[in-house]
């Protein structure tokens, strides 16, 4: 949950080298006391699907959240509950600037639709950054966020066909942090389009 109330949840399975992705969610909200809500939420999954609906959870600054998710596909409803909790110190700690020599140099990455396909990404010590993937290049900008946490702001253009998001621009945020009791680095970038429509997630460990 981001200082302007955006918002992304990222979910997969969690194992010793890293986390392997199965989708993320994303939204826009709005912050009470104790309180966070979103009428706004997408669901993109690895099986292409994107869903929409709500969120609504309470928390405790700097310690836990937990809340509800509804969903809808269009003919049915699902509601899902959620818990959180801040990571060890030692892997990722939000109050503290991201650093572009963490992340910088060459990454064997996967995204979200790739069907297990590595990406050859290349991210350079200002910032660009540019990759391929079965006849997909893109490239882009991965800045540390001007609010100082530990997160990016990310913008990918894509190239042409065969593409998913031919010619287009997608933004969202990148997060880097070193997997618990280990010297391995997780890659996160999740993005979305102008239109919500389509939205894609690059994670990789090195």
Do not use: H
């Amino acid at each position: 949950m981001l200082d302007d109330g955006t918002y992304y949840a990222i979910y997969g399975t969690n194992g010793a080298s890293g986390l392997t992705v199965n989708g993320f969610v994303q939204g826009q909200g709005s912050w009470g006391a104790t309180t966070f809500t979103s009428s706004n939420l997408r669901d993109f999954t690895a099986a292409g699907a994107t869903l929409s609906g709500t969120l609504s959870a309470t928390y405790t600054p700097g310690v836990s959240v937990s809340g509800t998710v509804t969903e809808s596909n269009g003919s049915s409803t699902v509601s899902n509950t959620f818990t959180g909790t801040v990571p060890q110190a030692s892997s990722y700690v939000y109050n503290s600037a991201a650093d572009i020599n963490a992340v910088s140099g060459n990454w064997t990455a996967y995204t979200l639709q790739g069907a297990g396909a590595p990406v050859a990404l290349t991210i350079n010590p200002n910032g660009t950054f540019s990759g391929a993937q079965q006849g997909c290049s893109f490239s882009g900008t991965l800045t540390p966020r001007a609010s100082g946490k530990n997160n990016f702001d990310v913008t990918v253009n894509f190239g042409a066909n065969p593409c998913v998001l031919a010619n287009g621009t997608a933004s969202g945020i990148g997060l880097s942090y070193l997997v618990a009791n280990s010297t391995t680095r997780q890659l996160l970038v999740a993005v979305v389009d102008p239109t919500r429509q389509f939205g894609t997630l690059l994670f990789g460990q090195r």
